[in-house]
């Protein structure tokens, strides 16, 4: 928490402490200070209060947004490992199909994408929408590899390994095509992937 932000919120807790303080005890006091001067009355105590109330609503919703700012670009470690573990949950089954006009065993190297894109959407409401990772250990990891997943903010790391496998039962066939010659030329081809997590750098 950033020193602005401690301020406001000091501040919030100044301003309701005078909201707090008796009427008896300022009409006591101006009596003794000003013993010529009219009584105050109640409601000009009531909209003190009102206003004071409202400084401090407001001085806490100014350190909330200071917090929130200091943290923005940057992950916790308790962050990263959620996101982690529902990402290997969510992708662990994912299946895609591509087109077999690549040939019988087509490349799939949007790997690191995906997960980063996962990883991301599962970070929850605090967590950046950027700033993670997912280095291959592997240069052309087309059929299996291994990814370091890291974010900014945390020096935590995790592995992910990732398989894929033909998934024969989501091939698709475009209509009209069905029964002619050509028809596996342009079939579409199911792959699923398997997909593991460990701590630490692969």
């Not at 005078?18 to 013993?35: E, G």
């Not at 916790?76 to 040939?103: F, I, P, Q």
Request: hydrophobic share 35%; proline share 4%; with cysteine.
């Amino acid at each position: 928490m950033t020193g602005p932000a401690i301020a406001c919120f000091a501040l919030a807790a100044v301003v309701v402490a005078m909201a707090c303080v008796r009427a008896d005890w300022i009409r006591s006091l101006r009596r003794r200070t000003h013993p010529s001067g009219d009584e105050l009355p109640t409601a000009a105590f009531v909209v003190a209060r009102v206003l004071l109330l409202t400084m401090a609503a407001l001085c806490v919703w100014q350190g909330a947004q200071l917090t929130a700012m200091d943290g923005d670009g940057e992950w916790s470690d308790d962050e990263l490992t959620n996101a982690v573990t529902r990402s290997t949950d969510d992708l662990d089954g994912y299946w895609y199909r591509v087109s077999n006009l690549t040939g019988d065993t087509p490349s799939f190297d949007d790997y690191a994408t995906l997960i980063e894109d996962t990883v991301i959407r599962y970070g929850g409401g605090g967590a950046p929408q950027s700033g993670v990772t997912a280095t291959p250990t592997s240069a052309d990891p087309s059929t299996d590899g291994d990814f370091t997943v890291e974010a900014d903010g945390t020096d935590h790391a995790y592995c992910l390994h990732v398989e894929r496998a033909r998934y024969k039962k989501q091939d698709h066939t475009p209509p009209g095509l069905a029964g002619a010659e050509s028809s596996d030329k342009y079939k579409q081809l199911a792959y699923r992937l398997t997909v593991t997590s460990r701590n630490g750098k692969c």
